[in-house]
T-cell receptor
Framework: GAGVSQTPSNKVTEKGKYVELRCDPI?????LYWYRQSLGQGPEFLIY????????DSGLPNDRFFAVRPEGSVSTLKIQRTERGDSAVYLC?????????FGPGTRLTVL | GENVEQHPSTLSVQEGDSAVIKCTYS??????FPWYKQELGKGPQLIID?????GEKKDQRIAVTLNKTAKHFSLHITETQPEDSAVYFC????????????FGRGTSLIVHP
């Protein structure tokens, strides 16, 4: 079946702009996670959804970052007033239990 | 919070040799330890995992060992092949609903034909 998909695959924006990153999880997976991966580092947790609600958003770095999952499937990560330090690969994963299935990521570049 | 250290950062081996990657963790409450393989331009993919109630798990050429007392766990790949070349991440997490993992910094494995 289809895996986790993320769009766009690449996003280039200017400092101060607003961006939205989309994640389509595996159908039926109730848990959804967002991570940020900088070059040469492991994925860093941002936020976790169980169904429609954010069960743990302790990894969001500041209030410029926000994520939603209104119908319990697709999720959107929103970043306001982007900064150059936000440049990274943003990964999404979904799961039903222990194992997390990752998407290919969105590479965000803030100029 | 949890802290996961991973070594080495780079590992270069000849095809057919074994490769070992080691990780330590800090939170004794962690009880689930997955290993992921990440190829260029792709997301991490789970290759093997171990829970704290066992000390070793094997799947064909891949094995993972866990020492809860010392809080360290290792990935062993035998008979390496060029297609094993990738970045490998260890992680540690706790049960309780979320299984949010803390990842190591990764090991770049290069297998020379």
């Amino acid at each position: 079946g289809a895996g986790v998909s993320q769009t766009p695959s690449n996003k280039v924006t200017e400092k101060g702009k607003y961006v939205e990153l989309r994640c389509d999880p595996i159908s039926g997976h109730t848990a959804l996670y967002w991570y940020r991966q900088s070059l040469g580092q492991g994925p860093e947790f941002l936020i976790y959804f169980q169904g429609t609600g954010a069960a743990d958003d302790s990894g969001l770095p500041n209030d410029r970052f926000f994520a939603v999952r209104p119908e319990g499937s697709v999720s959107t990560l929103k970043i306001q007033r982007t900064e150059r330090g936000d440049s990274a690969v943003y990964l999404c994963a979904s799961s039903l239990g222990y194992e997390q299935f990752f998407g290919p990521g969105t590479r965000l570049t803030v100029l | 919070g949890e802290n996961v250290e991973q070594h080495p950062s780079t590992l270069s081996v000849q095809e057919g040799d074994s490769a070992v990657i080691k990780c330590t963790y800090s939170d004794s409450a962690s009880n689930y330890f997955p290993w992921y393989k990440q190829e260029l331009g792709k997301g991490p993919q789970l290759i093997i995992d171990i829970r704290s109630n066992v000390g070793e798990k094997k799947d064909q050429r891949i094995a993972v060992t866990l020492n809860k007392t010392a809080k360290h766990f290792s990935l062993h790949i035998t008979e390496t092949q060029p297609e094993d070349s990738a970045v490998y991440f260890c992680a540690a997490s706790k049960s309780g609903g979320s299984y949010i993992p803390t990842f190591g910094r990764g090991t770049s494995l290069i297998v020379h034909p």
